[in-house]
């Protein structure tokens, strides 16, 4: 017997369970969630540092961080499950004055879009806030104080709890192996009356079923232009048969391997990031901001009586 569900997530990691929970709070609760691993949280999420901020260069990213910071700071309250939100602030670092033009340029941007504390601070307030840090090089930065870290894992979790106490199911252990798709069905965005049942749920860019080769320019309804239209009717798993409309891609740093089962192409690739952790410090701050290197990238947080030290890869 077929499987049905309005809504196949693919992926349970932070987005992932995510999706299922906002999606199960405006009334979808015929979702199915896949995770090929044993457990939640083995990939991206596992290895997160945890950072939150409303620091960001574009409109869409300040706008997605301002709802998501007050969200954590409700998280317990709402959820029902802790997210260790700690409003330890970031610390952006310039040493060379084109970075700290464009700190200055992003902070405008931010007050504009309503993030008004994000502030101007000077070596000296730099060397405060982390006096184990060298600042001799520094020239400037920018604060803001409700940045901060969550645990990834326990959001996750939380997340995922809610979900599934709203009827979300969770299948572990299990791959999709095949997205389908036809050119003759029609999709439910071109008005077809399905049993989606998402209480009045209107995303924000409507790319629901679709799935198409070659073009991914879409108009503001969410609409592909240009060549043959395939709407997905089902997933083909491991554990059988999923008949279902939508399909949401959380795969994470996998995301583009799943959606070529659409022949569709994503510019995700999977590049490796160093996390290293540290013997315990004599004399850290209690608030202790994520401190960011604008010239190399290399950032790190306290955790615990240590610090998490991170680095990009140049892969």
């Not at 340029?105 to 931010?110: G, K």
Request: overall charge neutral; glycine content about 10%.
């Amino acid at each position: 017997m077929t499987e049905t569900a309005d809504v196949v997530i693919i992926g349970s990691g932070i987005v992932g369970s995510s999706v299922a929970y906002h999606l199960a709070e405006q009334g979808c609760t015929k979702v199915l969630v896949i995770e090929r691993e044993a457990h939640q949280g083995k990939g991206s999420t596992g290895k997160s540092m945890g950072g939150v901020r409303a620091q960001f260069a574009t409109a869409v990213n300040i706008q997605m961080s301002r709802y998501s910071i007050d969200f954590f700071s409700r998280f317990d309250e709402v959820v029902g499950h802790p997210a260790d939100y700690r409003p330890h602030g970031y610390v952006f670092c310039a040493t060379n004055e084109r970075h700290l033009q464009y700190l200055k340029a992003n902070r405008e941007r931010q007050i504009a879009l309503g993030v008004k504390n994000v502030e101007l601070v000077s070596r000296e307030e730099i060397g405060k806030f982390v006096p184990q840090l060298r600042v001799d090089d520094i020239i400037g930065g920018t604060f803001c104080q409700t940045d901060g870290f969550v645990d990834p894992h326990s959001v996750m979790m939380g997340f995922m709890l809610k979900a599934r106490e709203r009827g979300v199911r969770l299948w572990l252990d299990t791959q999709v192996t095949e997205i389908e798709t036809d050119t003759s069905a029609q999709s439910y965005l071109d008005g077809a009356t399905t049993n989606l049942e998402c209480g009045g749920l209107t995303p924000l860019f409507r790319l629901g079923s679709r799935a198409q080769t070659g073009s991914t320019d879409i108009s503001p309804a969410g609409r592909f232009d240009g060549h043959a239209q395939r709407c997905i009717t089902g997933v083909m798993t491991t554990r059988g048969r999923v008949s279902t409309p939508i399909v949401v891609n959380a795969a994470g740093p996998w995301a583009a391997e799943v959606a070529k089962m659409a022949n569709a192409e994503l510019p995700v690739e999977p590049l490796r990031r160093q996390l290293v952790p540290t013997e315990p410090f004599d004399g850290l701050p209690k608030r202790f901001p994520m401190v960011i290197d604008m010239s190399t990238g290399f950032h790190f947080r306290r955790e615990g009586k240590g610090i998490l030290l991170a680095w990009n890869d140049p892969e």
